[in-house]
């Protein structure tokens, strides 16, 4: 588990608020909420109400208009996650091509359900919904990477590639 | 015959995706004719006059669409470009930014100068955040030529250009969630009117448009409005993106032009290449998850026994009864060995988990139809919960304030109406049902009608 203590933005990420909040008219700074939450996942690994009120406090907005944008986009964990989350579509097309399967491959391999972390707190499983690679399926995000055409040897092999590096692919 | 495509015919050199490769291969031509040589107005004529219909789904007429943008106020116009692509079975758009995202930076730089735009946004779902870099980093090298900010190739118009991520949620593909999304808030979306073409981002005029719909322009601008309007069928004009998935041997994006026959599009190896291992074709969703499923005598010809094409028209013959809907292109097949009962359950808890939850009917309706799906795939379904179903999704239709309650009933109402066996099936033999799947039952069978 990340602790979250220390919720400060480095200088350079602090820079790069700046030039976002550019993007917006004046007086509508609120807009940048949603790339600013991306990168304060990033930074500290979810979004606790420590990470929320930050948050807030750069955009000059009361702590409740953080709290409804952070629990209504389903890419915010409100959670501690693991250092890799695992999120397996688990839509129609996917599921016509198999992702039952690879979801329960998952679980078997790591010992836990959905939605729950290893106790090492290197991977945690999350089913989403469809993340438009239905050409490609089955699949799972991890970070921003799109890793598609999963099979059982493929998510060794993937599982192996983030022990080794301890980081996302 | 070489097929004629307009957004694909450079998608696989791997040049194209920088500015130099994409400029030698005749991109940004659109913007020395429109911003030297056209009016706004006349952008927006010749986008009227080639038919072009929004590809996100509705497939409104975007010439019109434009035309609506409020111009009696000096309030701001803005032009949004919806990148949020979610609907399942929708994977185009993601090609196009990721292979090409110069054509999607020249189209939105043309449109905003018809519709007298001085700040655009690129609205990309944020699960797409790999691809944002890619449009960033174009999107930066458009500054540097010259083709974004102040005095645009010399003239006196100036465009800023910016890309924002969403942050997972299917609902603000709509239009008015999507403004609210960008504006900070949750994707709830709005009451209209009023429209966003009066009153949208930040309370100003705006005009929002797939990603796919903007590609069309420049070579809307280059070759004229009457020439793409010879391309395609009827109204269904010009070429269409199709993401193909499924039971098929070739996945994949595939530009057709509007008019190819359903059976040609699903068999021929320059398309999905016919169905996987051989097997039999059950059912269709021939536009995205929210279009009516089409069992297999109704998919490659119509109830009339017409030949059925991929347009707009062709793919809604017959109506709710015996058609569907082109949508946004998403081509999901179904083979002999898919479950009917278990794919709509599955498309209910997808529905169930995107609502935003702001209208009841949609909020609980979405919740009830997951629940009473899930025990009808899972053995305890009662015979009178097929009815019970029926009445639910049509609760929904109509009753809420955008169309994603529209687009939760529909695929559940069209399940019932074709595969109503199936599910019937599934509540005589309960222990049946969960060891093997159904096959095609009636599916199969010839049009009566």
């Known amino acids: 588990m990340i602790e979250t203590k220390n919720?400060?933005?480095?200088?350079?990420?602090?820079?790069?608020?700046?030039?976002?909040?550019?993007?917006?008219?004046?007086?509508?700074?609120?807009?940048?909420?949603?790339?600013?939450?991306?990168?304060?996942?990033?930074?500290?690994?979810?979004?606790?109400?420590?990470?929320?009120?930050?948050?807030?406090?750069?955009?000059?907005?009361?702590?409740?208009?953080?709290?409804?944008?952070?629990?209504?986009?389903?890419?915010?964990?409100?959670?501690?996650?693991?250092?890799?989350?695992?999120?397996?579509?688990?839509?129609?097309?996917?599921?016509?091509?198999?992702?039952?399967?690879?979801?329960?491959?998952?679980?078997?391999?790591?010992?836990?359900?959905?939605?729950?972390?290893?106790?090492?707190?290197?991977?945690?499983?999350?089913?989403?919904?469809?993340?438009?690679?239905?050409?490609y399926a089955p699949m799972m995000q991890v970070g921003e990477k799109y890793h598609e055409f999963l099979t059982e040897e493929k998510i060794d092999q993937l599982l192996e590639a983030f022990r080794q590096n301890a980081t996302q692919l | 015959m070489s097929r004629l495509k307009i957004l694909t015919e450079h998608i696989n050199k791997p040049e194209i995706t920088g500015i130099e490769g994409y400029i030698k291969n005749g991109g940004y031509r659109s913007l020395e004719k429109a911003l030297k040589k056209m009016q706004p107005d006349e952008v927006t004529e010749e986008v009227k006059k080639s038919g072009l219909r929004g590809r996100g789904g509705a497939g409104f007429p975007t010439g019109m669409k434009w035309s609506f943008i409020f111009k009696g106020s000096d309030k701001p116009r803005y032009l949004l470009c919806n990148a949020d692509e979610s609907e399942p079975g929708t994977f185009k758009d993601r090609l196009l930014m990721e292979k090409i995202p110069h054509l999607l930076i020249e189209g939105m730089i043309a449109s905003s100068f018809a519709l007298g735009v001085r700040t655009a946004y690129i609205y990309i779902r944020g699960e797409y955040m790999y691809i944002l870099h890619i449009l960033q980093q174009a999107i930066d090298e458009a500054y540097a030529k010259g083709y974004l900010g102040e005095n645009i190739l010399g003239t006196s118009y100036s465009l800023d250009l910016h890309v924002h991520p969403g942050g997972g949620a299917y609902i603000c593909g709509e239009e008015t969630a999507l403004i609210e999304s960008l504006e900070g808030k949750r994707g709830n979306p709005r009451i209209k009117p009023p429209f966003p073409a009066v009153e949208g981002l930040w309370g100003c005029p705006t005009i929002v448009n797939n990603v796919e719909t903007i590609c069309k322009v420049p070579f809307i601008i280059n070759e004229g409005g009457e020439a793409y309007a010879k391309i395609g069928i009827g109204a269904s004009t010009g070429t269409k993106l199709i993401s193909a998935c499924g039971n098929i041997n070739k996945p994949g994006v595939y530009e057709i032009e509007l008019g190819v026959p359903v059976e040609e599009f699903i068999y021929s190896d320059e398309y999905c290449g016919g169905i996987k291992g051989g097997k039999q074709l059950k059912a269709l969703v021939p536009g995205g998850s929210s279009v009516p499923i089409l069992p297999q005598r109704l998919i490659t010809t119509t109830a009339k026994g017409e030949p059925r094409l991929m347009s707009y028209e062709s793919l809604a013959d017959g109506g709710f009864a015996t058609g569907s809907m082109l949508g946004s292109g998403g081509f999901i097949v179904f083979d002999e060995d898919q479950c009917v009962v278990r794919n709509t359950w599955n498309f209910s808890r997808f529905y169930h988990h995107e609502s935003c939850g702001q209208c009841s009917p949609c909020r609980e309706g979405t919740g009830w139809m997951e629940k009473i799906l899930h025990r009808l795939e899972h053995g305890h379904g009662r015979m009178e919960d097929i009815d019970l179903l029926w009445d639910v999704q049509r609760k929904i239709e109509g009753n809420t304030i955008c169309p994603f309650g529209d687009a939760a009933a529909w695929p559940v109402a069209a399940a019932i109406r074709h595969f109503r066996d199936e599910f019937e099936w599934h509540v005589l033999q309960p222990q049946e049902a969960t060891r093997r799947n159904y096959g095609m039952g009636r599916s199969a069978e010839p049009v009566t009608a």
């Open chain 1, 7 to 135: 919720i400060t933005f480095s200088p350079e990420r602090l820079a790069q608020v700046q030039t976002l909040l550019k993007r917006y008219p004046e007086g509508k700074q609120k807009s940048a909420i949603l790339p600013i939450l991306h990168l304060a996942q990033k930074d500290f690994g979810w979004i606790s109400v420590e990470v929320m009120d930050y948050v807030a406090g750069l955009l000059d907005i009361q702590h409740i208009e953080v709290y409804e944008v952070a629990t209504f986009y389903t890419m915010f964990h409100v959670h501690p996650v693991g250092k890799n989350v695992l999120e397996v579509c688990r839509t129609g097309p996917c599921m016509l091509v198999g992702s039952d399967n690879i979801v329960k491959y998952l679980e078997q391999k790591l010992n836990i359900q959905d939605g729950e972390t290893t106790p090492d707190g290197m991977f945690t499983i999350k089913t989403v919904e469809c993340l438009g690679a239905c050409g």
